[in-house]
């Protein structure tokens, strides 16, 4: 093995393997941390048992330490405990911050004055609530790594693009999808947006589009959207309708052809008898669950023989539904 053979080194090497690592593993950690071969086997020994004092399983540690081994090297008071305490106050619910943890070992890594708190700053300038905020980074406990500078306001600049830089707009579509701060403006998010405008998505559309459903704008045009959006196409739908569909219910642009959009087309058509324009003014139809409400419910009106339009089959929950249509008392 290519490994220091001073007295640390051995030290360390042994609680390597006595934690379970095999050879290849932990050359593969001391590669990656050349810090490693200087550091005590108490300081390992006593961060690993902070890091299980935390809820993270035990089982799970290996993994952390292979992605991070830097976390072993770190002083328990001076780094690990207050990264963790401060994280500790931005979780709502038990086990965020070991899951956070577990996701992305290198959050561990990271200064609290020269990254957290700059990051934490940088999101309720732009309306974030302090809520919220912890939601953001234990959900993409990656954010920590990203460079505000290069890298967020790159993406704020993108969103205030679209227009959503008036009333803490662009904080939260932030919120409901973090993750989109990973993607790059130019490689995915600008190309996706100029797709939806090609395909007859007006401002105003776009606007409610990146609010009600960001991800859209993370997914990629050519192996997704389009696929999607030639599908409608052949299915009858005219542009205008499926930029109306799409400003409704965006995930229609991302669910499966196969499993989800053409089981729906063929039922509406060849087992209900509707049109495709029906659909168009009634986007909801997408959102219904194939067998558990479009099936039920249009074997109920077949049933009793109720003849509606497919807005008033589907406006409504289930109970409201059977009041409805007088399915019960």
Excluded at 8 to 33: A, M
Excluded at 120 to 134: D, H, I, R, T, W
């Amino acid at each position: 093995m290519e490994m220091s053979t001073s007295q640390n080194g051995s030290s360390i090497l042994w609680f390597f393997r006595d934690k379970g690592f095999d050879d290849k593993t932990i050359n593969y950690v001391f590669k990656r941390c050349k810090r490693l071969q200087g550091v005590e086997r108490e300081r390992a020994s006593e961060n690993w048992a902070y890091l299980k004092s935390i809820g993270i399983q035990e089982r799970k540690l290996p993994h952390i330490i292979t992605k991070c081994p830097k976390i072993l090297t770190l002083g328990l008071n001076e780094k690990l405990a207050p990264m963790v305490e401060c994280l500790t106050t931005l979780g709502t619910k038990p086990h965020e911050v070991a899951s956070a943890i577990t996701r992305f070992p290198h959050i561990l890594s990271h200064s609290v004055e020269e990254k957290l708190c700059p990051l934490l700053a940088f999101f309720q300038a732009l309306g974030v609530p302090e809520k919220q905020l912890g939601r953001m980074i234990l959900l993409n406990p990656r954010l920590i790594s990203y460079s505000i500078e290069s890298k967020l306001k790159e993406t704020v600049d993108f969103l205030a693009s679209l227009g959503l830089a008036k009333d803490g707009m662009i904080g939260k579509v932030l919120v409901k999808h973090p993750f989109m701060m990973g993607y790059s403006v130019v490689n995915r998010l600008r190309p996706t947006s100029e797709f939806l405008k090609s395909v007859g998505l007006k401002e105003l559309d776009l606007q409610m589009v990146a609010v009600k459903f960001p991800e859209l704008l993370c997914r990629d045009v050519n192996k997704i959207l389009r696929p999607n959006f030639n599908y409608l196409k052949r299915c009858g739908f005219e542009d205008g309708q499926i930029a109306a569909l799409v400003t409704a219910y965006p995930p229609i642009l991302i669910k499966s052809i196969k499993n989800s959009l053409e089981p729906r087309i063929k039922f509406l058509v060849e087992v209900m008898g509707r049109q495709i324009d029906e659909v168009a003014e009634c986007p909801d139809f997408f959102r219904h669950g194939l067998k558990k409400s479009l099936e039920l419910r249009h074997k109920l009106l077949k049933q009793k023989n109720v003849d509606c339009s497919l807005s008033e089959m589907l406006n409504c929950n289930a109970k409201k539904f059977q009041i409805k249509f007088g399915l019960i008392a």
